[in-house]
């Protein structure tokens, strides 16, 4: 679960656009041509547990931005955003298993990240 706190933390750190109103915040405040910064900070801040996770949350949604608008060649974005879930393995999977919609069997009913998702996850 993403907290208020950890939503405030990162606002500030990020210099994100928000308003406070965001019902869904890592949705609204995904940016596709930040996710090196974010991956950046993931790696070199001292983040609590909670803040990680929302960051963590943040990368994913603006990796899906990216996905529907663009082409990750060699899938060297998502080397780097797997590099920054391995660092805590396990901690995400709650919000993987989101990505992954395990229900969903007809792609038209996947996320563009879904294929990688489940790929990572089933790599344990």
């Known amino acids: ?5 950890a939503i405030t933390a990162l606002n500030e750190l990020l210099q994100l656009p928000a308003t406070g109103n965001e019902q869904d915040w890592e949705v609204e405040l995904a940016d596709k041509n930040r996710i090196a910064g974010f991956v950046n900070v993931a790696h070199t801040a001292n983040l609590s547990a909670a803040e ?28 780097t955003i797997a590099e920054v879930l391995n660092q805590h393995k396990g901690a995400y999977d709650e919000r993987l298993n989101y990505w992954a919609v395990w229900n969903a069997k007809e792609r038209a009913d996947w996320f563009a990240l879904t294929p990688l998702v489940r790929k990572y996850l089933k790599q344990g």
């Open 52 to 79: 990680r996770f929302a960051l963590v949350a943040l990368i994913l949604c603006s990796y899906e931005e990216f996905l529907w608008d663009d082409f990750d060649n060699g899938n060297v974005l998502w080397k």
């Open 1 to 5: 679960m993403i907290t208020k706190a």
